[in-house]
């Protein structure tokens, strides 16, 4: 009868031990079924950022390249602008001479006047 007990309890524990067995295993499925999808929606993710990156990589090389662009016409810009501020000043310089030699001119005439106005009185005495 001890026996039977005994090996009652041991097929109780052995019932026990496959029902825990086979629950150890389904969690081990489950586990692994959630790990690959993680991984999946990992590689998914991984995925759109290379190509977001890669997105991103042509965007600044166009930037780059319209920056490049922009800096040549900007030198371009002052270089003309430099010319013209030179080109301006000659001509403030020529200006100023000749604004001279007006005034210069202006008092020859004025005495050329005055002397002919002594000459015509000399002449009319």
């Not at 026996?3 to 109780?12: D, F, K, R, T, W």
């Not at 029902?19 to 295993?25: A, D, L, P």
């Amino acid at each position: 009868q001890e026996n039977e007990v005994l090996e009652g309890n041991l097929q109780a524990n052995q019932d026990a031990l496959d029902i825990s067995s086979r629950e150890v295993e389904k969690a081990h499925e489950e586990n692994e079924t959630l790990l690959n999808e993680q991984a999946e929606e990992f590689r998914l993710q991984t995925e759109k950022m290379k190509e977001e990156m890669g997105s991103l990589e042509a965007e600044r090389d166009t930037l780059s390249s319209q920056v490049f662009v922009l800096e040549e016409q900007v030198n371009h810009v002052t270089s003309e602008l430099e010319s013209e501020r030179c080109r301006v000043e000659t001509l403030e310089h020529s200006a100023k001479q000749t604004a001279r030699i007006m005034s210069s001119k202006e008092e020859e005439i004025s005495e050329l006047a005055r002397l002919l106005k002594e000459a015509e009185e000399t002449n009319d005495r």
